[in-house]
């Protein structure tokens, strides 16, 4: 546990202080480091903390073990929700662009700050990522390799789990909606900034959905 402990707090260093809830406190011109590898680090770190063992092995009359992990999974809760509130940050820096340089938007800057923030998880980009999974099997959504750690104590049929893998899929589709709408006009048209701007509130309260759906999962 020493070294586990050690290493957590090295990782926690890959991380600023999370982005706060109001989009125009964020910095616009902040740049978007490697937070998806940060992710993936302490997701990795969770599991190692949190051994990702269904709930039918301790289902034969042997409570304490499960109850022990489902505890280690409630304090080690922050690495889990960490990549959401990275993707939170990505969004509200888009909205905020959006709002602010209105005379002068920077497509570019918007769609990076979206791949940021949906993590590998939409569907409609086949980027190299995304065929890696396609070709090997290997899971590299952030969003769903959460949901798998979050809820590895419940068994498959559980009604909290299989809300928020509906709830995962909902966030999927909203990423995908809001690329379409930032790919398919010009946002120096008001319009157009409009439908964006609505698809970026959707998603972020998709997002919120989501974690409180993590959250259920690990009993917070």
Not at 56 to 83: H, M, N, T
Not at 129 to 138: I, S
Not at 168 to 184: A, C, E, N, T, Y
Not at 192 to 201: I, M, P, Q, Y
Request: glycine share 4%; aromatic share 4%.
């Amino acid at each position: 546990m020493t070294e586990i402990t050690h290493l957590i707090f090295s990782t926690n260093l890959l991380f600023s202080t999370p982005p706060p809830e109001n989009p125009a406190t964020v910095p616009v011109k902040t740049i978007i480091s490697s937070r998806r590898n940060a992710s993936l680090i302490l997701l990795s770190i969770a599991s190692t903390l949190i051994p990702s063992t269904s709930a039918s092995a301790f289902s034969v009359g042997i409570s304490g073990p499960k109850e022990w992990l489902k505890d280690q999974k409630k304090k080690s809760s922050r690495f889990l929700l960490a990549p959401i509130q990275a993707s939170r940050g990505s969004l509200q820096m888009a909205y905020r662009i959006l709002k602010e340089e209105s005379g002068n938007i920077d497509g570019d800057e918007i769609r990076k700050l979206l791949n940021s923030a949906a993590r590998d998880c939409v569907v409609e980009e086949r980027n190299s990522v995304v065929t890696f999974q396609a070709r090997t099997g290997v899971e590299v959504c952030t969003f769903r390799l959460l949901v798998n750690n979050a809820a590895s104590l419940l068994d498959e049929t559980d009604p909290v789990k299989m809300e928020t893998e509906i709830m995962l899929d909902r966030l999927i589709r909203s990423f995908s909606s809001l690329g379409d709408s930032v790919d398919s006009g010009d946002l120096q048209i008001a319009s157009n900034r409009d439908k964006v701007e609505d698809a970026l509130k959707e998603a972020m309260s998709t997002l919120d959905s989501f974690e409180q759906g993590i959250k259920d999962c690990i009993g917070m």
